[in-house]
């Protein structure tokens, strides 16, 4: 929250101001928007006594926040444990300082559900509700499950790993993180980078496929994930660099230097910054360049954070140890090399030591964006001065003019150093310009506008495909059934009745299906037909004893109940000769995939490969079949992690016009998931109850969320 909490000598707590980069950033865009219907919700900072419970909470509700207190245990296993021994360093590749412990993971649930209960106590329908970073990546789910109408975003500060460092994670732990960051309507990360990992590892671990952004997610509604690369509020800077007591602070530090020339290097203590990284790369500069010794000072501010966790206090004994070797083996009487203060210094103080730094030192080894980097450029006020950035932080993928730098290489960030300070004036003037237009044209405020525009604007597509659910019409459509003297019930299988598993042969149906497929056939007014991609002889063992109708191959065969398989129409399978090979030759290049072959259509699945390199395959594969059989008499389809190929002019609507011209039903309900079902839905009747089991553009005139939905309104059916 935006507040940290003293208590006095005299037993009376007070309130300050907090100083993070989060807080300052959306304190900033709240003010500069002139929000003021806004409540924070957060941990207060510190462990409170009971006893101080209430001056707290006065205190805070006072500033527009509501506290969530912690415990010292659970202080220590939520925050201190699982949020920074385990997910900080793993999502920011230090896998070797990540602990992996049961009763961290437990109270990090515990707490997401503590800050659960803090919102519902506020929280009104249709309110926004933004979750940031990753203390509680499971929050926005458990928020949407009770707040459904509410509308939430989640943004992460930090990196978002690879799926190869993601996936060191248990998996039941990673999985519930991906489920709980799902439940938010819009996902926000700094760079397209960071983007593209998250949804790798959504696709892989929960097999959630995105297209261009969008998700249909655990609840199957609408989701977005996104990017917002992070700014600062441009204008106060310039303002308080410009301002009258700065420029009497930065020519008393200016005095204290000597004239010297400055680099100036500012961190919290944490190993993701590349201190030592930073202090070896200088160390290295001073061998090389003798001639700059007692001409150059480094100013080193290292803000202390976190200190109670063991790398963090051997990280701050390994820096003083350092800055005291190269002071011992470089100083001089009149020349200290290294001017290290380790403190926080206050908001003017940094305005003034950006002001006068002739280059800034900002080498991380991982980094969400870093804000400093952006600070540093809006500072300069004279236009001249050298920024040089590590690879490896969002803001380089914005500051290109920076020298940028592997923050690995001591002897790269050596050669940044000298770079910088042999840059011509004319030269620094014209980078730090045109990385000023980019960090004042993207600002905090343009970072927040975007934010809620884009989840503005996906609430009005989440309505425009909720007007097409079924909800209310539910009552209509058990209605009509009710009346009905002749109904026909076409069922789709994979994705309407189970669901998608990575082996077929494994998506037998369970005794819930069965039962009710069995309920419905049971009922004489009633023609159940099962319309499905599975093979005869799969249908056939599958619904066995059971009064349906089936079709098989997307409605290439046909079985009505105790007659023979039958064709629709004639047709030949000798193209198959032709596609198997290519089929074939794709599942061998691509681990994971396989091809399937059925009587008159043959598929490629590829549900288990990895999803990056099928993307490459399955676009391959589709265009040499489609340049293959453009002559022939059949069609190559994209389902749902598959490639088919069948004969022309034979789908499931061809099957579904079959039965309903036999049985002249007067009432109507098709249920299906994916492509293959569009040409269902499109001949039915108006009058019919087509629906699309999913969140999808569709032929249907209604949708339903998922296959939950969809079993539970065939059991009304039978009630």
């Known amino acids: 929250m935006p507040l940290s909490f003293i208590k006095g000598e005299d037993g009376k707590v007070t ?138 975003g989640f943004f992460l500060h930090i990196p978002f790993p690879a799926y190869e460092i993601f996936r060191l994670l248990p998996s039941r732990w990673s999985r519930d993180l991906l489920t709980g960051t799902l439940g938010a309507d819009l996902i926000g990360f700094h760079t397209y980078d960071y983007m593209q990992d998250f949804l ?157 730094a002739d280059v800034a030192l900002i080498t991380p080894l991982r980094d969400g964006m870093n804000l400093v980097a952006k600070e540093y450029v809006a500072s300069k006020i004279k236009s001249s001065g050298v920024l040089v950035l590590s690879d490896m932080v969002g803001a380089a993928k914005e500051l290109g003019d920076a020298v940028i730098v592997n923050p690995n290489h001591p002897s790269e960030i050596c050669s940044a150093i000298e770079t910088a300070l042999n840059m011509p004036k004319e030269e620094q003037e014209q980078r730090i310009a045109a990385m000023q237009d980019r960090v004042r044209s993207y600002d905090i405020m343009r970072w927040g506008n975007d934010f809620i525009k884009e989840l503005d604007d996906l609430k009005e597509m989440q309505d425009v495909f909720n007007a097409k659910l079924l909800g ?38 369970p005794k819930q299906v069965i039962a009710l497929v069995r309920a419905l056939s049971l009922n004489p007014k009633n023609r159940v037909v099962v319309i499905s991609g599975r093979d005869k002889g799969t249908l056939e063992k599958w619904f066995e004893g059971l009064n349906v109708a089936l079709v098989a191959e997307h409605g290439v065969l046909v079985r009505e109940h105790e007659s023979e398989w039958r064709f629709l129409r004639p047709l030949t399978a000798e193209w198959k000769s032709m596609i198997i090979p290519i089929m074939n030759d ?20 590829y549900r288990k490969a990895e999803s990056e390199f099928a993307s490459l395959r399955v676009a391959e594969l589709f265009d040499s079949l489609s340049k293959l059989t453009a002559n022939a008499d059949v069609q190559v389809y994209k389902g749902n992690k598959i490639i088919e190929v069948k004969n022309s002019g ?63 309104l065939l059991g009304k059916l039978i009630e």
């Not at 994971?592 to 043959?602: L, M």
């Open 472 to 509: 209310k019409n539910e009552e209509k459509l058990l209605e009509d059934y009710g009346k009905s003297k002749r109904a026909l019930i076409l069922l789709d299988y994979d994705g309407t009745l189970v669901q998608f598993t990575d082996e077929p042969k494994k998506a037998a149906p």
């Open 200 to 356: 790798t590892c959504v696709s892989r671990l929960l097999g959630y496929e995105s297209n261009l952004g969008y998700i249909e997610g655990p609840d199957a509604a609408l989701k977005r994930v996104d990017t917002f690369p992070m700014g600062i509020d441009y204008g106060k800077f310039q303002k308080v660099a410009r301002s009258e007591a700065i420029m009497k602070e930065r020519k008393k530090l200016e005095e204290t230097l000597g004239g010297n020339r400055t680099i100036f290097s500012i961190d919290r203590l944490d190993y993701t910054k590349g201190i030592l990284n930073r202090l070896k790369g200088y160390e290295l500069f001073l061998e090389r360049n003798p001639e700059m010794r007692g001409k150059v000072s480094l100013v080193l501010v290292v803000v202390p954070s976190r200190e109670n966790i063991p790398e963090y206090g051997d990280l701050k004994i390994a820096i003083d140890e350092k800055v005291g070797n190269i002071n011992g083996k470089f100083g001089m009487i009149n020349w200290t090399p290294i001017i290290y203060q380790y403190k926080f210094i206050d908001f003017e103080m940094l305005v003034a030591l950006f002001g006068i």
């Open 586 to 605: 794709y599942a061998n290049r691509l681990p994971g995939s396989r091809v399937e072959e059925k009587d008159f259509s043959v598929v490629w699945h």
């Open 15 to 152: 309130a300050r101001e907090g100083a993070g980069g989060l807080v300052t950033g959306v304190r900033s865009y709240l003010n500069a928007k002139g929000i003021e219907n806004y409540v924070w919700i957060g941990w207060p900072g510190s462990t409170i006594k009971k006893d101080d419970e209430d001056q707290v909470r006065r205190l805070a509700r006072e500033n527009k926040s509501i506290p969530v207190f912690l415990d010292e245990e659970t202080h220590n296993r939520f925050y201190n444990g699982f949020c920074n021994r385990t997910l900080y360093p793993l999502f920011h590749y230090f896998p070797q300082f990540v602990d992996y412990d049961d009763k961290n993971w437990e109270t990090y649930k515990k707490v997401n559900e503590m800050f659960r209960d803090a919102v519902a106590e506020v929280a009104e329908p249709g309110d926004i509700v933004w979750v940031h970073d990753y203390h509680l990546m499971l929050l926005p789910a458990i928020l949407k499950s009770s707040m459904p109408e509410s509308r939430i």
């Open 650 to 712: 034979v789908n499931k609507g061809t099957a579904a016009s079959f039965f309903i011209g036999k049985e002249n039903p007067d009432f109507i309900l098709a249920l299906g998931d994916d492509y293959t079902d569009e040409d269902t839905f499109r001949l039915l009747p108006k009058d019919a109850y087509s629906i699309r089991v999913g969140i999808a553009q569709s032929y249907a005139r209604f949708n339903l969320h998922g296959i939950k939905e969809a079993l539970q």
